[in-house]
T-cell receptor, first 109, second 113 residues
Framework: TQLLEQSPQFLSIQEGENLTVYCNSS?????LQWYRQEPGEGPVLLVT?????EVKKLKRLTFQFGDARKDSSLHITAAQPGDTGLYLC?????????FGTGTRLKVLA | DTGVSQNPRHKITKRGQNVTFRCDPI?????LYWYRQTLGQGPEFLTY????????KSRLLSDRFSAERPKGSFSTLEIQRTEQGDSAMYLC???????????FGQGTRLTVV
Protein backbone atom coordinates (compact mmCIF):
# COMPACT_ATOMS: atom_id res chain seq x y z
CA THR A 1 0.00 0.00 0.00
CA GLN A 2 1.41 3.38 -1.01
CA LEU A 3 2.05 5.81 1.85
CA LEU A 4 2.31 9.56 1.30
CA GLU A 5 3.93 11.49 4.13
CA GLN A 6 3.73 15.25 4.23
CA SER A 7 5.79 17.65 6.31
CA PRO A 8 5.49 19.71 8.29
CA GLN A 9 2.14 18.67 9.72
CA PHE A 10 1.36 22.20 10.87
CA LEU A 11 2.78 25.57 9.86
CA SER A 12 1.89 29.01 11.18
CA ILE A 13 3.60 32.00 9.58
CA GLN A 14 3.22 35.74 9.19
CA GLU A 15 1.89 37.34 6.05
CA GLY A 16 4.68 38.00 3.57
CA GLU A 17 6.89 35.08 4.60
CA ASN A 18 7.95 32.28 2.27
CA LEU A 19 7.39 28.62 3.01
CA THR A 20 7.96 25.16 1.59
CA VAL A 21 6.01 21.99 2.30
CA TYR A 22 7.02 18.50 1.29
CA CYS A 23 5.47 15.27 0.15
CA ASN A 24 7.26 11.92 0.13
CA SER A 25 5.94 8.66 -1.26
CA SER A 26 6.86 5.10 -0.38
CA UNK A 27 6.65 4.26 -4.09
CA UNK A 28 6.89 6.03 -7.45
CA UNK A 29 3.99 8.32 -8.24
CA UNK A 30 1.76 7.56 -11.22
CA UNK A 31 1.11 11.28 -11.41
CA LEU A 32 1.34 13.76 -8.57
CA GLN A 33 -1.33 16.24 -7.67
CA TRP A 34 -1.53 19.02 -5.10
CA TYR A 35 -4.88 20.06 -3.65
CA ARG A 36 -5.89 22.79 -1.21
CA GLN A 37 -8.79 22.32 1.16
CA GLU A 38 -10.42 25.16 3.06
CA PRO A 39 -12.43 24.57 6.23
CA GLY A 40 -15.86 23.12 5.49
CA GLU A 41 -15.05 22.50 1.84
CA GLY A 42 -13.78 19.64 -0.26
CA PRO A 43 -10.24 19.62 -1.70
CA VAL A 44 -9.67 21.63 -4.87
CA LEU A 45 -7.02 20.70 -7.41
CA LEU A 46 -4.10 23.12 -7.74
CA VAL A 47 -1.77 21.30 -10.14
CA THR A 48 -0.89 17.96 -11.74
CA UNK A 49 2.72 16.99 -12.52
CA UNK A 50 3.75 13.87 -14.36
CA UNK A 51 7.41 14.10 -15.42
CA UNK A 52 10.33 13.71 -13.00
CA UNK A 53 12.08 17.03 -12.43
CA GLU A 54 9.07 18.99 -13.63
CA VAL A 55 8.48 22.46 -12.19
CA LYS A 56 5.15 24.25 -12.45
CA LYS A 57 4.25 27.72 -11.28
CA LEU A 58 0.82 29.00 -10.34
CA LYS A 59 1.11 32.68 -9.41
CA ARG A 60 3.00 32.64 -6.08
CA LEU A 61 3.01 28.84 -5.83
CA THR A 62 5.88 26.76 -7.25
CA PHE A 63 5.53 22.99 -7.49
CA GLN A 64 8.54 20.74 -8.00
CA PHE A 65 8.49 17.03 -8.76
CA GLY A 66 11.53 15.00 -7.75
CA ASP A 67 13.69 13.40 -10.43
CA ALA A 68 12.88 9.93 -9.13
CA ARG A 69 9.14 10.77 -8.99
CA LYS A 70 8.90 9.83 -5.32
CA ASP A 71 8.82 13.28 -3.76
CA SER A 72 7.54 16.77 -4.34
CA SER A 73 7.65 20.22 -2.82
CA LEU A 74 5.32 23.18 -2.83
CA HIS A 75 6.85 26.61 -2.28
CA ILE A 76 4.73 29.66 -1.55
CA THR A 77 6.25 33.10 -1.96
CA ALA A 78 4.99 36.03 0.10
CA ALA A 79 2.20 34.07 1.78
CA GLN A 80 -1.17 35.77 2.24
CA PRO A 81 -4.01 35.01 4.67
CA GLY A 82 -5.97 33.63 1.71
CA ASP A 83 -3.39 30.84 1.41
CA THR A 84 -4.59 29.41 4.73
CA GLY A 85 -5.81 25.84 4.39
CA LEU A 86 -4.92 22.17 4.31
CA TYR A 87 -2.49 21.30 1.52
CA LEU A 88 -2.71 17.75 0.27
CA CYS A 89 -0.56 15.85 -2.15
CA UNK A 90 -2.13 12.94 -3.98
CA UNK A 91 -1.23 10.16 -6.38
CA UNK A 92 -3.70 10.10 -9.24
CA UNK A 93 -3.31 6.45 -10.23
CA UNK A 94 -5.11 4.50 -12.87
CA UNK A 95 -8.52 5.25 -11.42
CA UNK A 96 -8.31 6.35 -7.78
CA UNK A 97 -6.61 9.04 -5.75
CA UNK A 98 -4.40 8.32 -2.75
CA PHE A 99 -3.94 11.31 -0.49
CA GLY A 100 -1.13 12.33 1.81
CA THR A 101 -1.40 13.17 5.48
CA GLY A 102 -1.66 16.91 4.76
CA THR A 103 0.02 20.13 5.88
CA ARG A 104 -2.20 22.58 7.70
CA LEU A 105 -1.07 26.13 6.92
CA LYS A 106 -2.16 29.24 8.76
CA VAL A 107 -1.06 32.64 7.50
CA LEU A 108 -1.46 35.41 10.05
CA ALA A 109 -2.23 38.96 8.93
CA ASP B 1 -23.87 22.39 -13.43
CA THR B 2 -23.13 23.48 -9.86
CA GLY B 3 -20.62 20.77 -9.04
CA VAL B 4 -20.76 17.77 -6.74
CA SER B 5 -23.59 18.04 -4.23
CA GLN B 6 -23.74 16.18 -0.93
CA ASN B 7 -26.62 15.93 1.52
CA PRO B 8 -26.97 16.42 4.36
CA ARG B 9 -24.07 18.74 5.20
CA HIS B 10 -24.19 17.78 8.85
CA LYS B 11 -25.62 14.78 10.67
CA ILE B 12 -25.69 14.09 14.39
CA THR B 13 -26.84 10.63 15.35
CA LYS B 14 -26.93 8.42 18.40
CA ARG B 15 -24.67 5.41 18.56
CA GLY B 16 -26.35 2.37 17.10
CA GLN B 17 -28.54 4.26 14.65
CA ASN B 18 -28.32 3.93 10.87
CA VAL B 19 -27.48 6.89 8.65
CA THR B 20 -27.55 7.44 4.89
CA PHE B 21 -25.76 10.10 2.91
CA ARG B 22 -26.40 11.13 -0.67
CA CYS B 23 -24.02 12.34 -3.37
CA ASP B 24 -25.02 13.87 -6.70
CA PRO B 25 -21.96 13.98 -8.95
CA ILE B 26 -21.32 16.30 -11.86
CA UNK B 27 -23.50 15.25 -14.77
CA UNK B 28 -21.95 12.71 -17.11
CA UNK B 29 -19.04 11.95 -14.78
CA UNK B 30 -18.60 8.19 -14.99
CA UNK B 31 -16.44 7.85 -11.90
CA LEU B 32 -17.62 8.40 -8.35
CA TYR B 33 -15.62 8.08 -5.16
CA TRP B 34 -16.33 8.10 -1.45
CA TYR B 35 -13.65 9.17 1.02
CA ARG B 36 -13.55 9.57 4.78
CA GLN B 37 -11.59 12.37 6.41
CA THR B 38 -10.85 12.87 10.09
CA LEU B 39 -9.79 16.21 11.49
CA GLY B 40 -6.48 17.43 10.14
CA GLN B 41 -5.84 14.31 8.07
CA GLY B 42 -5.96 13.59 4.38
CA PRO B 43 -8.98 11.87 2.83
CA GLU B 44 -8.95 8.05 3.03
CA PHE B 45 -10.32 6.10 0.09
CA LEU B 46 -13.47 4.10 0.83
CA THR B 47 -14.95 2.98 -2.47
CA TYR B 48 -15.09 3.66 -6.21
CA UNK B 49 -17.83 3.34 -8.82
CA UNK B 50 -17.52 3.38 -12.57
CA UNK B 51 -21.06 4.07 -13.74
CA UNK B 52 -23.23 1.75 -11.62
CA UNK B 53 -20.51 -0.83 -10.95
CA UNK B 54 -18.71 -0.75 -7.61
CA UNK B 55 -15.19 -1.68 -8.65
CA UNK B 56 -13.25 -1.37 -5.43
CA LYS B 57 -13.91 -1.27 -1.70
CA SER B 58 -11.29 -0.36 0.87
CA ARG B 59 -10.61 -2.55 3.87
CA LEU B 60 -11.77 0.50 5.84
CA LEU B 61 -15.28 -0.20 4.59
CA SER B 62 -16.51 -2.69 7.18
CA ASP B 63 -19.64 -4.78 6.83
CA ARG B 64 -21.61 -1.94 8.43
CA PHE B 65 -20.90 0.27 5.43
CA SER B 66 -22.62 -0.08 2.10
CA ALA B 67 -22.60 2.13 -0.96
CA GLU B 68 -24.77 2.08 -4.04
CA ARG B 69 -25.02 3.90 -7.34
CA PRO B 70 -28.11 2.25 -8.81
CA LYS B 71 -28.49 4.12 -12.07
CA GLY B 72 -24.95 5.35 -12.52
CA SER B 73 -25.93 8.83 -11.40
CA PHE B 74 -26.36 9.68 -7.70
CA SER B 75 -24.85 7.51 -4.97
CA THR B 76 -25.72 6.71 -1.37
CA LEU B 77 -23.48 5.67 1.49
CA GLU B 78 -25.18 3.92 4.40
CA ILE B 79 -23.65 3.23 7.77
CA GLN B 80 -25.50 0.75 9.96
CA ARG B 81 -25.22 0.57 13.75
CA THR B 82 -23.06 3.67 13.93
CA GLU B 83 -20.14 3.81 16.35
CA GLN B 84 -18.33 6.82 17.77
CA GLY B 85 -15.34 5.96 15.62
CA ASP B 86 -17.46 6.61 12.54
CA SER B 87 -17.47 10.32 13.36
CA ALA B 88 -15.74 12.00 10.42
CA MET B 89 -16.26 14.03 7.26
CA TYR B 90 -17.51 11.87 4.39
CA LEU B 91 -16.47 13.27 1.03
CA CYS B 92 -17.79 12.36 -2.38
CA UNK B 93 -15.90 13.09 -5.60
CA UNK B 94 -16.52 12.51 -9.28
CA UNK B 95 -14.45 12.63 -12.43
CA UNK B 96 -14.80 11.92 -16.13
CA UNK B 97 -13.60 8.55 -17.33
CA UNK B 98 -10.50 9.85 -19.10
CA UNK B 99 -9.42 12.64 -16.79
CA UNK B 100 -7.21 12.83 -13.74
CA UNK B 101 -8.95 15.55 -11.77
CA UNK B 102 -11.28 14.67 -8.93
CA UNK B 103 -14.03 17.17 -8.19
CA PHE B 104 -15.10 17.04 -4.57
CA GLY B 105 -18.32 17.93 -2.84
CA GLN B 106 -18.42 19.88 0.41
CA GLY B 107 -18.81 16.70 2.41
CA THR B 108 -21.17 15.41 5.09
CA ARG B 109 -19.90 15.81 8.62
CA LEU B 110 -21.10 12.94 10.79
CA THR B 111 -21.05 13.13 14.57
CA VAL B 112 -21.96 10.02 16.52
CA VAL B 113 -22.87 10.71 20.15
Amino acid sequence: TQLLEQSPQFLSIQEGENLTVYCNSSSVFSSLQWYRQEPGEGPVLLVTVVTGGEVKKLKRLTFQFGDARKDSSLHITAAQPGDTGLYLCADAGTYKYIFGTGTRLKVLA
Amino acid sequence: DTGVSQNPRHKITKRGQNVTFRCDPISEHNRLYWYRQTLGQGPEFLTYFQNEAQLEKSRLLSDRFSAERPKGSFSTLEIQRTEQGDSAMYLCASSPLRATEAFFGQGTRLTVV
